[in-house]
């Protein structure tokens, strides 16, 4: 197996007295995509915070190529490859969607928000933004404002601005949340789009479980903070202990 594109070592945040997530040590692969699943309270989206930086750790590491990216900002981490997207869409409202896009090209391009710059520039940063709009299906509604999109496609939009960031790392904490069942399968095929790629990783926070039997290539499952399974899914999936705790009833629901 390569060598990890991301690593949380003893990874812990404390609340007070409260322990979110406790000593969860785990590695992710390039070209693999792991689903977090686990009951309400387990921990999955403040590890994930954690990993992204909204939280900073208690103690503990989140290692990159071999850096501790604990105490770095969200955006610092934004910069190191770790991309990540959210349960609510976190859009310029009342900028096009080509816009919205061009921003993030800006961004990655490094050439924030200077006035003094070659008109050619500009037509490369549109160019690329032209092509994540076509990779995302979205060319149709380039000019719509954000706000204006329906919630699909709002979270598509949110897809094609982590894409153009280009991230080594993508995570995606419910993407289909609140979306309809039509809606719902374009963005899981822009994950499977991204997973296809050898060289990036994915991680995604989920409870349907018709859509982890879909996307994962490895489960784990986090419990009271603590990580209870790792493994592939239908190991996972097919434990007594993973059942009793939280798959239970949903397994036979959905089988």
């Known amino acids: 197996m390569s060598e990890p594109s991301l690593v949380t070592r003893d990874l812990t945040i404390r609340f007070g007295g409260h322990v979110a997530v406790n000593q969860v040590s785990c590695a992710f692969h390039p070209g693999e995509l792991t689903v977090i699943v686990g009951p309400n ?27 501790n990216l604990v105490g770095l900002s969200p955006s610092a981490r934004a910069r190191q490859g770790v991309g990540r997207a959210f349960q609510l869409t976190n859009l310029f409202p009342q900028l096009s969607v080509l816009e919205n896009i061009r921003l993030a090209v800006q961004a990655r391009s490094g050439h924030g928000w200077r006035l003094l710059r070659r008109a050619d520039s500009f037509t490369e940063l549109t160019r ?7 990779a995302t299906r979205l060319s149709g509604v380039a000019h ?6 329906p919630h699909g496609d709002q979270r598509k939009l949110e897809v094609a601005l982590l894409m153009a960031m280009e991230p080594d790392i993508y995570m995606f904490d419910e993407p289909t949340a609140g979306m309809s069942l039509d809606h719902a399968p374009d963005v899981l095929d822009l994950i499977f789009q991204i997973k296809a790629d050898p060289t990036k990783t994915v991680l995604l926070v989920e409870h349907k479980m018709d859509v982890v039997r879909k996307l994962a290539d490895r489960i784990i499952v986090l419990h009271n903070g603590e990580l209870l ?15 009793d705790v939280y798959l239970g009833t949903a397994t036979e629901e959905t089988a």
């Open 144 to 149: 719509t404002t954000a706000a204006a999109l």
């Open 229 to 243: 399974a790792d493994g592939a899914p239908e190991e996972v999936m097919s434990s007594q202990i993973v059942r």
């Open 128 to 134: 690329k933004a032209e092509h994540y709009l076509e």
């Open 41 to 67: 309270g387990a921990g999955k989206t403040t590890y994930f915070n954690l990993i992204s930086g909204q939280l900073t750790a208690t103690s503990g590491q989140v290692l990159k190529g071999g850096q």
